[in-house]
């Protein structure tokens, strides 16, 4: 659809639909564990077992994923650019910048986090129901006011957009990194002591 919508656009097209990619990761990481944890469980596999077992796998995944986006991207940008249309799906500004290399890792990294993240949502569901959802929702709501109110008593906003756009995508990628271990932590921490 893209493609063909390309055609009648005088201007590059930019469409943003990677975005979605990425989102599916988020949500996978949510599902997952739903999914595929009791069933590990009643096979009598050991809590760490499945745990250390689904970082693995998903990792390869992302690691592949990461790699097919770097090929697309790599093909979009410099062999075809922009499929003959003006067309920007994979090949976008900032986000692809710099070495191959470094296109990878953002990749790799940024999925990973959502990866994460979705799983350590998961793994407080799981450990705790939906009374450990609601105080983890109310938690971040009021965290996040807190540090919006900060924000803008103390005039920071300014601050903090200039420090993230003078940062680059694999500078913002791999900052996302040591929050990503945090999460990977803190899921396993609350899948040892889950039921099913």
Do not use: C
Not at 2 to 7: E, M, P, R, S, T
């Amino acid at each position: 659809m893209n493609y063909i919508l390309g055609y009648f656009f005088d201007e590059e097209l930019y469409t943003g639909g990677i975005s979605s990619i990425f989102i599916f990761m988020l949500i996978i990481g949510m599902i997952l564990q739903q999914q595929t944890f009791p069933f590990a469980i009643g096979l009598s596999v050991r809590r760490t077992d499945y745990y250390w077992g689904t970082v693995a796998v998903s990792g390869i995944v992302i690691g592949v994923t990461s790699l097919l986006l770097m090929l697309l991207s790599a093909v979009e940008g410099e062999l075809l650019e922009g499929w003959g249309v003006g067309l920007h799906f994979f090949y976008l500004p900032h986000f692809s910048d710099g070495p191959i290399l470094l296109r990878v890792w953002i990749s790799f990294a940024l999925m990973l986090h959502l990866f994460h993240l979705g799983f350590g949502i998961a793994s407080v569901h799981r450990r705790y129901g939906k009374l450990g959802m609601l105080v983890l929702s109310l938690s971040v709501f009021l965290a996040s006011s807190i540090a919006g109110f900060l924000l803008t008593y103390y005039r920071w906003w300014d601050d903090l957009f200039e420090m993230l756009i003078g940062l680059s995508a694999a500078e913002l990628a791999s900052w996302s990194f040591p929050i990503t271990v945090l999460y990977a932590i803190a899921s396993y921490a609350l899948l040892r002591r889950s039921t099913v």
